[in-house]
C-alpha cells in the first residue's frame, strides 16, 4: 500500500475503531471496581481533561517518571513517539524534534520550533531542558504548532514541565540511588504549611556519574556528568481572592563529551585505539568539559473575580554556559601536523574555548473566565526580552580559526485569546487567535576579519522587525459520555535569525533568516471504553512547515569552513499517532504509543552537498550560486526523523499477602525506524533501526513509606549512535570517521531507594 493510500484511508479508520470500541463496552457484561484514572493537563493554559480537550498531548505523571526512571530530559521520548532528542557534543547542540521537526542550529539567535516551558514560563536556550527532571508533578508534550497560546516558538510543538506544589501537612522524602556504570544521586524534599494560609516545597539534589570513554592520554573518564540544583516554591493565600506563588531555583552541572574514531588512520586515532563501533577509547590532551549554570525567579499572581480569575507570570530567568573543547580529536602536538599549524606555533593539542550567557525577563497577564452558559474563554498579554553573549576562540588552526565575541537580542509583545462554544452537549467550537511583534539585533566582532596575518577586528551590527498572526479553529463532537471526535487547524511562527557563527560579516547583520511558519491540519478521536478500563487516543495530521530554519552544513568561505543557517523551502509531515492504555486487572495495566511519520523535504534546492559527495551521487559541482557546489533536496526525507516508532509498556502491582508491602514491576520497549542524522544526506551519517528495552521491579513499604526500587537500562545491550562526523578533510585526506556515544546505548542498571517522614 503507497503512502497516498495508507492516508487516505485515516478517516475510515477513525470510524472502524470508534465503532469497535462502542460494540466493545455493549458486550462488557459486568462492571468491575477498577478503571483508568482521569489524567488533567494544563494543555490550554487551565485545568481540563486530557480527553476533553481537541490536542494531541501525551502526558507522564510523577509516578510513571519515578517508576521508569526518568531523570534526564531525553529519557520524556519514552510517552510520546512523535518527540525526538538529538544530543550534540556540547549542551548548546541538544535539539527537541517533534513529528520530525526541530531546529539545530550553532547561533545564538536561533530559537528552537519546540518550546519548552516550566512552570508556565518558556525556557530561553533548549540546552536548559536536558538537566536533571527532580520533584516534578507531570510532563505534557504538546504535538503540532502551538503558538495561538504558547508563542512565537512553538512552531512544531511544546514540552510543557509542571512542578510539584507544596502539601497541605507535612511530609518528607529522601532518594539515593546507585549504578553499576559508577552512578551516585541523592534528593531531599521537605513540604509544609506554615500556617493556613502559608505552605512551602523545598527540593534538592547532587548527582555523580563517571564517563564511559577512556582517555588515554592522562587516564580520565568522558561523558561523565555531575552537579547539584535546589528549588523553592512557596504559596501563600495573600487574602481569600489573591494567591501568589513564589518560585526560585538554582542548578549547576558539569558534563564532558568525546567523539570516538569509528574508522580512521592509525596515524589519526594513535596508540592503543582500535576503531570500530564499540571503541570507548581517545586520545586528547586538552580536557574537555562544558559547564553550565541556571538560576529562574517566578512570581504568579492569582486574583479570583466572579466567574473570572486574572493571573499574573513575571520570571527573570539566567543561565551561563562554559565550554572546552578538543577540536582535532587528537593529541597530536601543533607543531607536528604543519597542515594545521602554518605559522609554526609550538603547544598543546588544538582546542576551542566558548563562553555563553543568557539572561531574559518575561510577563504575561491574562483572564479566565469560567463557562457560563456552554461559553468560556481566555485572553492574555505577553511579553518578553532576552540577551545572550557567546565569545568564541579557536585559535592555532588554519582552516578552522575562528576568535569573536557576540550579542543578540529578541523583544517580543503579543496580545492573545481562546474561546469555546458548546452548540449543544455534544458539539463544540474552540476558536484562538495572537497577534505577535518582535525586534531583533545582533553585534558582531570578528577578531580574524582580516585574516590571522593581519589581526584588525571588525565589529558588524543589524536590527529587524517582524509581525505575525497565528491562530487556531477545532470542532468537537461527543459521539459518547466517554468519546470525542476532533478536527482542528493551527498555525505556528518562529522568528526571524541571526546566523551568528564563524564567518558572520556585514552582510548577514542586513538579511537575517526569514521567520518560519507552519500550518497544521488534524483529525483525531479519543476516549474511554470498556467502563473506562481502555483509554485511546488516534491522530491523523498534515502539516506544511515553509522558511523551515536550519543549519544546512558546512560550506567553504576563504578556504575555512563556515556553519551556515538557512531557510529550506518547504516541508511537509504527516502522519498517524497512536496512544492506548489498558487497565487488564485491578493489578495490571499495559499502554502502547505509535507514530508513523512521513517528513519530507518539498522544496530545497541549492543545497550544499555534504563531504565527499561526487557528480553520481548528485553534487553539480561548482553549479551552484556563486560557483558553489550544490544539490537538489527536494523530495528527500528528513533528517532524524524515523518513519516509525513505537513505544511498549506493561505495569504490574499488588499486594503481598500481609497487605503491609506491595510488589511492581515494570517493562518497556523503545523501537525506531531507521534513521539519517544529516539534513544534506550523507549516507555515512545513518543509523540502522534499534530498540531498546529497559524494566525495573521493587517492593513499597506500607502507606508508601519508603520504596525499594531496582532497574536495567538497556537490557539487551543494544548499541546505537547519535551520529557519526567524516573528519578527513582535517587530516589532509586521511580516513578520520568518529562517532558519538549516548550512555543510553548500553547496558547499565542500579538500585533506587525512597524513604517518606
Known amino acids: 500500500m503507497s503512502k497516498k493510500s495508507k492516508f487516505n484511508m485515516l478517516p475510515y479508520t477513525l470510524v472502524a475503531i470508534s465503532t469497535l470500541f462502542q460494540v466493545s463496552a455493549i458486550a462488557q457484561a459486568v462492571e468491575e471496581s477498577y478503571e483508568l484514572e482521569v489524567i488533567e493537563v494544563t494543555a490550554q493554559k487551565r485545568i481540563q481533561s486530557k480527553m476533553d480537550i481537541?490536542?494531541?498531548?501525551?502526558?507522564?505523571?510523577?509516578?510513571?517518571?519515578?517508576?521508569?526512571?526518568?531523570?534526564?530530559?531525553?529519557?520524556?521520548?519514552?510517552?510520546?513517539?512523535?518527540?525526538?532528542?538529538?544530543?550534540?557534543?556540547?549542551?548548546?547542540?541538544?535539539?527537541?524534534?517533534?513529528?520530525?521537526?526541530?531546529?539545530?542550529?550553532?547561533?545564538?539567535?536561533?530559537?528552537?520550533?519546540?518550546?519548552?516551558?516550566?512552570?508556565?514560563?518558556?525556557?530561553?536556550?533548549?540546552?536548559?531542558?536536558?538537566?536533571?527532571?527532580?520533584?516534578?508533578?507531570?510532563?505534557?508534550?504538546?504535538?503540532?504548532?502551538?503558538?495561538?497560546?504558547?508563542?512565537?516558538?512553538?512552531?512544531?510543538?511544546?514540552?510543557?514541565?509542571?512542578?510539584?506544589?507544596?502539601?497541605?501537612?507535612?511530609?518528607?522524602?529522601?532518594?539515593?540511588?546507585?549504578?553499576?556504570?559508577?552512578?551516585?544521586?541523592?534528593?531531599?524534599?521537605?513540604?509544609?504549611?506554615?500556617?493556613?494560609?502559608?505552605?512551602?516545597?523545598?527540593?534538592?539534589?547532587?548527582?555523580?556519574?563517571?564517563?564511559?570513554?577512556?582517555?588515554?592520554?592522562?587516564g580520565s573518564d568522558k561523558n561523565g556528568e555531575k552537579g547539584h540544583g535546589v528549588r523553592g516554591k512557596l504559596v501563600w493565600g495573600m487574602t481569600n481572592d489573591l494567591q501568589a506563588t513564589i518560585i526560585a531555583d538554582s542548578s549547576h552541572n558539569e558534563s564532558s563529551s568525546a567523539v570516538t574514531w569509528l574508522n580512521a588512520d592509525p596515524s589519526v586515532h594513535g596508540e592503543g585505539i582500535t576503531p570500530s563501533e564499540d571503541n570507548r577509547k581517545v586520545r586528547f590532551d586538552t580536557p574537555t568539559k562544558f559547564t553550565a549554570d541556571q538560576d529562574m525567579l517566578v512570581l504568579k499572581l492569582d486574583y479570583m473575580m466572579p466567574n473570572h480569575t486574572l493571573t499574573s507570570i513575571t520570571s527573570y530567568q539566567k543561565y551561563d554556559l562554559n565550554g572546552l573543547d578538543d577540536t582535532d580529536l587528537t593529541d597530536i602536538p601543533i607543531a607536528a601536523n604543519p597542515f594545521l599549524n602554518p605559522l609554526g606555533l609550538t603547544g598543546p593539542n588544538i582546542e576551542a574555548n566558548s563562553a555563553e550567557s543568557s539572561d531574559a525577563v518575561t510577563q504575561e497577564i491574562r483572564l479566565s473566565a469560567d463557562k457560563v452558559d456552554g461559553f468560556e474563554y481566555m485572553i492574555g498579554l505577553f511579553y518578553s526580552d532576552a540577551t545572550t553573549d557567546r565569545a568564541y576562540d579557536r585559535a592555532a588552526l588554519r582552516f578552522l580559526l575562528a576568535d569573536w565575541d557576540a550579542t543578540a537580542s529578541t523583544e517580543s509583545f503579543a496580545l492573545f485569546g481562546q474561546a469555546s462554544y458548546e452548540f449543544n452537549d455534544k458539539t463544540a467550537i474552540d476558536i484562538g487567535l495572537r497577534a505577535n511583534k518582535e525586534k531583533i539585533s545582533a553585534e558582531f566582532t570578528d577578531n580574524y576579519a582580516n585574516g590571522w596575518t593581519n589581526i584588525v577586528p571588525e565589529t558588524y551590527a543589524g536590527n529587524d522587525s517582524d509581525t505575525a498572526v497565528t491562530g487556531k479553529i477545532a470542532l468537537r463532537h461527543n459521539l459518547t459520555n466517554d468519546q470525542m471526535l476532533f478536527a482542528s487547524v493551527s498555525t505556528g511562527y518562529k522568528g526571524q535569525a541571526y546566523d551568528i557563527a564563524s564567518g558572520f560579516n556585514q552582510s548577514k547583520a542586513d538579511t537575517p533568516v526569514k521567520s518560519e511558519t507552519s500550518t497544521s491540519y488534524e483529525l483525531g478521536i479519543k476516549g474511554f471504553a470498556n467502563n473506562r478500563k481502555l483509554s485511546y487516543e488516534v491522530i491523523g495530521f498534515f502539516t506544511d512547515f515553509d522558511d523551515y530554519q536550519a543549519q544546512a552544513g558546512i560550506i567553504d568561505e576563504n578556504g575555512a569552513p563556515v556553519f551556515t543557517l538557512t531557510n529550506v523551502g518547504q516541508l511537509r509531515t504527516k502522519g498517524i499517532e497512536t496512544d492506548l492504555y489498558w487497565q487488564a486487572s485491578k493489578d495490571l495495566r499495559f499502554n502502547a504509543s505509535i507514530a508513523y511519520i512521513d517528513a519530507t523535504i518539498v522544496s530545497f534546492k541549492n543545497a550544499n552537498c555534504y563531504t565527499g559527495q561526487t557528480t553520481q551521487q548528485g553534487c553539480d559541482i561548482g553549479g551552484g550560486p556563486g560557483g558553489i557546489d550544490a544539490q537538489d533536496l527536494s523530495g528527500r526525507g528528513l533528517n532524524n526523523s524515523p518513519d516509525l516508532k513505537y513505544n511498549l509498556g506493561v505495569d504490574y502491582e499488588t499486594e503481598l499477602s500481609s497487605q503491609d508491602f506491595s510488589f511492581f514491576a515494570q517493562a518497556n520497549y523503545q523501537w525506531q525506524d531507521d534513521v539519517n542524522y544529516d539534513l544534506l544526506g550523507n549516507p555515512l551519517n545513518s543509523q540502522k533501526a534499534y530498540g531498546i528495552a529497559n524494566m525495573s521491579f521493587g517492593i513499597i513499604g506500607a502507606e508508601d513509606k519508603y520504596k525499594l526500587t531496582f532497574f536495567v537500562n538497556n537490557v539487551f545491550d543494544q548499541n546505537y549512535s547519535l551520529g557519526y562526523s567524516d573528519f578527513t578533510s582535517r587530516f589532509n585526506g586521511a580516513t578520520a570517521i568518529g562517532k558519538q556515544w549516548s550512555r543510553n546505548a548500553l547496558r547499565y542498571m542500579g538500585v533506587n531507594f525512597s524513604y517518606s517522614f
Do not use: C
Open 54 to 218: 481537541p490536542l494531541a498531548v501525551s502526558v507522564i505523571g510523577a509516578s510513571d517518571l519515578e517508576r521508569l526512571d526518568v531523570k534526564n530530559f531525553t529519557d520524556v521520548t519514552r510517552v510520546s513517539p512523535s518527540l525526538t532528542m538529538e544530543q550534540g557534543t556540547s549542551p548548546a547542540g541538544n535539539v527537541i524534534r517533534m513529528r520530525g521537526i526541530g531546529t539545530s542550529a550553532f547561533s545564538i539567535a536561533a530559537e528552537p520550533s519546540v518550546s519548552v516551558v516550566v512552570d508556565e514560563v518558556p525556557l530561553i536556550r533548549t540546552a536548559q531542558a536536558f538537566s536533571n527532571l527532580v520533584d516534578i508533578q507531570r510532563v505534557e508534550v504538546l504535538r503540532g504548532p502551538q503558538g495561538t497560546l504558547f508563542g512565537k516558538n512553538a512552531s512544531a510543538g511544546v514540552v510543557s514541565i509542571t512542578t510539584k506544589n507544596p502539601a497541605y501537612d507535612f511530609e518528607g522524602n529522601v532518594k539515593v540511588g546507585i549504578t553499576d556504570d559508577d552512578e551516585k544521586k541523592a534528593e531531599i524534599t521537605l513540604s509544609d504549611a506554615i500556617n493556613d494560609d502559608v505552605r512551602y516545597r523545598v527540593n534538592a539534589y547532587v548527582k555523580d556519574r563517571d564517563g564511559f570513554i577512556e582517555n588515554l592520554v592522562d
